[in-house]
C-alpha cells in the first residue's frame, strides 16, 4: 500500500528588519512555489517573519508578535487558501495574558485546524566566542502545555519547535498519539561553535525519526543576522532515521518531496517500538525522585 503527500519545507533567509510585514511578500513566493511543485503542506521556520530576537534583552518586543488572523499576514493565508495548500505557520503569538512561541495549522481551505506553542523553552548563557550571543527565550515566552495532533492534508502530524527536538519523550508521546509526521520549525545558528553545531544538527532530527518510527521534517533558517549565523540544512527523514533530502547551507530554498505516509507502519512492523517498550519502568521520567 502506498499514501503519498507533498510536502514542503521553507528555507527562509536571515531577517533584517523588524517590521514582520516586510517578509510578507517572500513567504507568498514561497507559497506559489510550493503550490506550483505540488505540495499539499508546506512548513515555515520558527519565528520565520521577525529577527530571532531572544538572543538579547529588551523590553520593546510587541512589536514582533502578532494576533492571528492579522492583516499583516492575511495575504499568506489567502495565497495558500487560492492554491489549496495547507500550512505549518510558525510565529510569536501574542493573547490577552501571554506570550507564546507558536505554530498555527491551517488546512486547505484556510481552516484553523489548530495551535501548538513550544514546550521547552530554552536559555543559554553567552560566551566570549565570535556569533555566541546566548539564548533568552525564558524571558519572552510562556511554555505551551499539550502536544496536539493534528489532522490535516490527510496526514496525522505533530510539531516541535527547535528545543523541543532535543527532547525524545514528547517526540515518543507524539508517536503514540499518531502522528506520522513530525514537523519541527527551526532556527538555528552556529552561537559561534561552528564545528560542533555544523557536526550535531542532524542528530537529533535522526533519532527523534528513527526511534519512533515518524517521518521528521525540519525547516530552518540561513544567513546571517549579524552576529548570529544560521546553517540552513532543512532537512527530510524517513522512519528508517535516513536523510531523504537537505538543503544547503548558504542560500533561501524550498524542499519539495513526495512521502508514503505508510512508510511509518511498516517501520513500526519491523521495529515494533510499541509491543517492546516498559513505560511500567520509566516512572522516574514523570516523577523523578
Known amino acids: 500500500m502506498s499514501r503519498p503527500i507533498t510536502i514542503a519545507l521553507a528555507q527562509t533567509g536571515p531577517v533584517l528588519t523588524e517590521n514582520p510585514a516586510d517578509g510578507v511578500p517572500e513567504a507568498c513566493r514561497m507559497v506559489d512555489a510550493a503550490a506550483a511543485a505540488g505540495a499539499q503542506l508546506l512548513c515555515f521556520g520558527e519565528l520565520f517573519l521577525t529577527p530571532f530576537f531572544p538572543n538579547r534583552l529588551r523590553e520593546d518586543f510587541d512589536h514582533l508578535f502578532l494576533t492571528l488572523p492579522s492583516p499583516v499576514t492575511d495575504p499568506i493565508f489567502e495565497r495558500a487558501r487560492e492554491h489549496g495548500l495547507a500550512m505549518v505557520f510558525p510565529y510569536g503569538e501574542k493573547t490577552a495574558s501571554a506570550y507564546y512561541n507558536s505554530a498555527l495549522v491551517v488546512d486547505a481551505a484556510g481552516n484553523h485546524v489548530g495551535t501548538y506553542r513550544k514546550t521547552h523553552i530554552p536559555a543559554y548563557f553567552p ?8 539564548s533568552f527565550e525564558k524571558f519572552y515566552f510562556t511554555p505551551g502545555d499539550d502536544l496536539p495532533v493534528f489532522d490535516v492534508a490527510g496526514a496525522r502530524i505533530g510539531i516541535q519547535i527547535c528545543n523541543d527536538r532535543l527532547y525524545p519523550e514528547p517526540s515518543r508521546v507524539l508517536a503514540r498519539r499518531g502522528a506520522e ?8 545558528s552556529t552561537y559561534g561553535d561552528t ?7 542532524e542528530v537529533p532530527l535522526r533519532s527523534r525519526a528513527y526511534e519512533n518510527g515518524v517521518w521528521v521534517a525540519a525547516a530552518n533558517r540561513v544567513g546571517t543576522e549579524e552576529p548570529r549565523v544560521h546553517i540552513g540544512r532543512s532537512m527530510l527523514v524517513d522512519p528508517r532515521g535516513t536523510i531523504v533530502r537537505e538543503a544547503g547551507m548558504q542560500e533561501p530554498e524550498l524542499l519539495v518531496e513526495t512521502i508514503d505516509l505508510d512508510a511509518v507502519g511498516r517501520q513500526r512492523k519491523k521495529f515494533p517500538w510499541w509491543r517492546d517498550t516498559r513505560p511500567d519502568l520509566y516512572d522516574e521520567i514523570v516523577h523523578p525522585v
Open 195 to 201: 564545528d560542533h553545531r555544523i557536526g550535531i544538527w
Open 127 to 134: 560566551t566570549e566566542l565570535a556569533g555566541g550571543t546566548g
Open 181 to 188: 509526521i513530525i514537523f519541527m520549525p527551526i532556527c538555528y
